[in-house]
């Protein structure tokens, strides 16, 4: 059999029970990849789900519940995943959470839940993984972000802001980590049509509009987004680090 990248290799995916995470998990799993799969214990079906999609293909799945937001859960979730696999060479932060407000609409309570989930979330798990991609001389971390981090759209300025942040840290956190031979880049997807894209065009006039933003001229798909994290994972992306990669269909062009 013609060796797969990922084989003998584990990654360690969050908030992967559904959408962008879900189809990462099932590529990685194709790529040959041992999948250690997270979601919120609330996601407990849809993460069976996938363990069994992956496993039905001839792939290795593991579930972890935990909320990466919270320090003492990720803590957990960083040594049950050892335990499931003495080896984590991939990371990838992919958990987050939307809301739409206009700034003056935005409780404190509100800015605070989408920056623990997508910025500190994935500053927490992060965090918790480095030494032991220290220790093993090498690690890829896959931060997904949004094109929203670059650019975004009024009624999201605290996703937008929260995701800008994604994309400074990694590009920060890749030059401390670079002499331990581990990168860490971003991935910026466009409108991805799942739970959380659907936010963004609620009518058929407003999905019109999506499309119409695109060069491509239509709407992302998870399936859209997977090649671009499995090539960060990948040593094919070696020597690339600190970037944030537009996977947007032609809405940004830098
Ligand atoms: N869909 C888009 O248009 C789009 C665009 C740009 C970026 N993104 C980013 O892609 C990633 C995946 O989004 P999606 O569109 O698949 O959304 P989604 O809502 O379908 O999936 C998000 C997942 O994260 C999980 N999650 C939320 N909070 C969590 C927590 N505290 N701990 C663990 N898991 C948690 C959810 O349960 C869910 O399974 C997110 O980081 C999102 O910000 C999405």
Same mark, same amino acid.
């Given at each position: 059999? !013609?060796?797969?990248?990922?084989?003998?290799? &584990?990654? #360690?995916? /969050?908030?992967?029970?559904?959408?962008?995470? *879900? $189809?990462?998990?099932?590529?990685?799993?194709?790529?040959?990849?041992?999948?250690?799969?997270?979601?919120?214990?609330?996601?407990?079906?849809?993460?069976?789900?996938?363990?069994?999609?992956?496993?039905?293909?001839?792939?290795?799945?593991?579930?972890?519940?935990?909320?990466?937001?919270?320090?003492?859960?990720?803590?957990?979730?960083?040594?049950?995943?050892?335990?499931?696999?003495?080896?984590?060479?991939?990371?990838?932060?992919?958990?987050?959470?939307?809301?739409?407000?206009?700034?003056?609409?935005?409780?404190?309570?509100?800015?605070?839940? !989408?920056?623990?989930?997508?910025?500190?979330? &994935?500053? #927490?798990? /992060?965090?918790?993984?480095?030494?032991?991609? *220290? $220790?093993?001389?090498?690690?890829?971390?896959?931060?997904?972000?949004?094109?929203?981090?670059?650019?975004?759209?009024?009624?999201?300025?605290?996703?937008?802001?929260?995701?800008?942040?994604?994309?400074?840290?990694?590009?920060?956190?890749?030059?401390?980590?670079?002499?331990?031979?581990?990168?860490?880049?971003?991935?910026?997807?466009?409108?991805?049509?799942?739970?959380?894209?659907?936010?963004?065009?609620?009518?058929?006039?407003?999905?019109?509009?999506?499309?119409?933003?695109?060069?491509?001229?239509?709407?992302?798909?998870?399936?859209?987004?997977?090649?671009?994290?499995?090539?960060?994972?990948?040593?094919?992306?070696?020597?690339?680090?600190?970037?944030?990669?537009?996977?947007?269909?032609?809405?940004?062009?830098?």
């Amino acid at each position: 059999m !013609i060796p797969r990248r990922g084989d003998n290799q &584990t990654v #360690l995916i /969050t908030g992967c029970s559904r959408g962008i995470g *879900r $189809a990462i998990a099932e590529r990685f799993a194709a790529e040959g990849y041992h999948v250690i799969a997270n979601d919120l214990d609330r996601q407990a079906g849809d993460l069976a789900s996938l363990k069994a999609a992956i496993e039905a293909a001839g792939g290795r799945c593991d579930t972890l519940f935990a909320d990466v937001s919270d320090p003492a859960s990720v803590e957990a979730l960083v040594s049950n995943a050892l335990k499931l696999s003495p080896r984590i060479d991939v990371l990838v932060n992919n958990a987050g959470v939307l809301s739409v407000f206009n700034v003056e609409d935005i409780a404190p309570d509100e800015w605070d839940r !989408i920056f623990d989930v997508n910025a500190k979330g &994935t500053f #927490l798990v /992060t965090k918790a993984l480095l030494a032991h991609f *220290r $220790a093993n001389g090498k690690g890829r971390i896959v931060n997904i972000a949004s094109v929203g981090g670059k650019r975004g759209a009024p009624g999201q300025a605290h996703y937008c802001a929260s995701k800008a942040a994604v994309i400074r840290f990694s590009q920060i956190l890749a030059q401390e980590v670079a002499p331990d031979g581990i990168t860490v880049n971003s991935v910026c997807p466009g409108i991805i049509d799942t739970d959380m894209g659907r936010n963004n065009y609620p009518d058929e006039a407003s999905l019109q509009a999506v499309k119409d933003k695109t060069a491509l001229g239509r709407l992302g798909y998870p399936e859209d987004v997977v090649g671009a994290a499995a090539f960060f994972a990948s040593d094919d992306a070696a020597f690339i680090t600190g970037q944030a990669l537009n996977v947007c269909g032609g809405i940004l062009f830098d």
